[in-house]
């Protein structure tokens, strides 16, 4: 029997890719960007534990299951060459900011420049958002969708806790707490996305918070 379909093991060949896909140390520096986290916090909008767990909650359902999470699922589900510049295509035209889009190309090149090294027959494209570049990745492991999606999910939370416990700044133990309820939320997301049909992107506070940090006066992060 193929446990892919059950929900509740995952095979050892398609769990490790994931979590190296999904592993803070992937070279594709999503490290270096906060996506108007900073930008939250130089506003005073974010300062305390409960507030970073709150903002990063709201953006996870509100943006991310809604956006990058469905384009995942497309991009796993597509099965012509077309499908996938539509959906790149719709990314990149989402990006509200100049910094936002920067940062999904930047990654997503970053990331193919990574397959090329790893896998090199399944190293295709240019100039490719993250997600989408991410999903074929992903896709070249033969992943099961849901897994695929919740991984990407864990590694955006990974990243945006470690860049709340530098800039907000809060305790290892604070970003852990923090990591935990995203955790606990992640299935939530997923489910919604894949009910999903149709990506959506509508964060007008996320759009003007990353336009304030554009020019904002000292800058840890590129976003």
Not at 86 to 107: F, G, H, I, K
Not at 143 to 165: H, I, Y
């Amino acid at each position: 029997m193929d446990t892919r379909t059950t929900g509740t093991t995952i095979p050892t060949e398609a769990l490790l890719p994931l979590m190296w896909l999904a592993s803070p140390a992937l070279p594709v520096g999503g490290f270096s960007y906060s996506e108007g986290l900073e930008a939250a916090v130089d506003a005073g909008v974010v300062t305390t534990e409960a507030q970073t767990a709150e903002w990063l909650a709201q953006q996870l359902h509100l943006t991310l299951a809604r956006a990058d999470l469905v384009i995942v699922k497309r991009v796993l589900e597509a099965n012509a060459a077309d499908d996938l510049r539509a959906l790149n295509d719709w990314v990149l035209q989402t990006r509200e900011t100049s910094e936002l889009r920067q940062q999904t190309v930047q990654m997503g090149r970053s990331l193919i420049e990574w397959l090329k090294v790893v896998r090199p027959g399944a190293a295709t494209g240019k100039d490719l958002a993250y997600p989408v570049a991410w999903a074929l990745a992903a896709s070249s492991f033969d992943v099961d969708v849901r897994d695929a999606m919740t991984a990407f999910a864990f590694g955006w939370a990974e990243n945006m806790v470690q860049a709340a416990v530098r800039v907000v700044p809060l305790g290892q133990s604070a970003g852990q707490r923090i990591l935990s309820r995203l955790a606990q939320e992640i299935p939530a997301a997923v489910r919604a996305a894949l009910a999903c049909v149709e990506p959506q992107s509508f964060s007008p506070m996320l759009a003007i918070l990353s336009s304030r940090h554009e020019n904002q006066y000292s800058r840890l992060f590129r976003s």
